[in-house]
């Protein structure tokens, strides 16, 4: 293996251990999984605006960290592992291609996210009582197309809120300290 190979797959297991642990973080927090997710390695989606060995590292810590779900919800968690890591994927795929434009390339995590996660989360979440609001009247349960389109709307929201309000500023420091071989200057 050469060292670039190397280099290169080292800084993909290292992507995929951080954004793994962090999003393990979030297990036990009710807003790191359901209908409204705030999950703190959304942040670490902005390192695809640096290398693109983000884009394999993000995908692995996602596969590996979505897996532990399997404890707890079964089967049904390989939803998670397979379509949940695939809109991390998607979107660390257009951070990497839209580098040159952060605010455009930070778009990809979210909308993958919020098109991709409320597809299966009804069939995930089913009769948790998570998509019930009593005290406005809002009884979603069981219907699958307004259940996706809350879930667009609130995945949506929470990950613009992680990636742009604390990825943006992660990326603006990791360009500051030059990591990632592009500094503000390069832009």
């Known amino acids: 293996m050469s060292a670039g190979k190397a280099r290169m797959t080292a800084h993909a297991g290292i992507i995929a251990a951080v954004y793994g642990v962090l999003t393990l973080v979030m297990i036990q927090n009710p807003l ?6 705030f999950r703190l390695s959304e942040a670490v989606t902005v390192v695809a605006c640096l290398t693109s060995a983000a884009v394999p590292g993000l995908w692995l810590g996602a596969v590996i960290a979505n897996s532990f779900m399997i404890a707890q919800l079964g089967a049904l968690a390989l939803f998670d592992v397979v379509l949940g890591s695939s809109a991390t994927l998607v979107g660390a795929w257009w951070t990497w291609r839209h580098r040159e434009r952060p605010l455009v390339a930070l778009a990809g995590p979210v909308v993958a996210n919020a098109i991709i996660v409320p597809a299966y989360l009804p069939i995930m979440l089913k009769g948790l009582g998570l ?4 005290f406005l009247g809002i009884d979603l349960e069981g219907a699958w197309i307004p259940m996706y389109l809350f879930g667009m709307v609130t995945v949506g929201i929470g990950q613009a809120v992680v990636v742009y309000g604390l990825g ?3 990326l603006r420091v990791l360009q500051r300290l030059g990591i990632g ?3 503000e200057r390069d832009r």
């Open 32 to 37: 790191g999984y359901g209908p409204v997710q």
């Open 131 to 134: 998509y019930t609001v009593p």
């Open 168 to 170: 943006l500023p992660l």
């Open 181 to 183: 071989g592009m500094t």
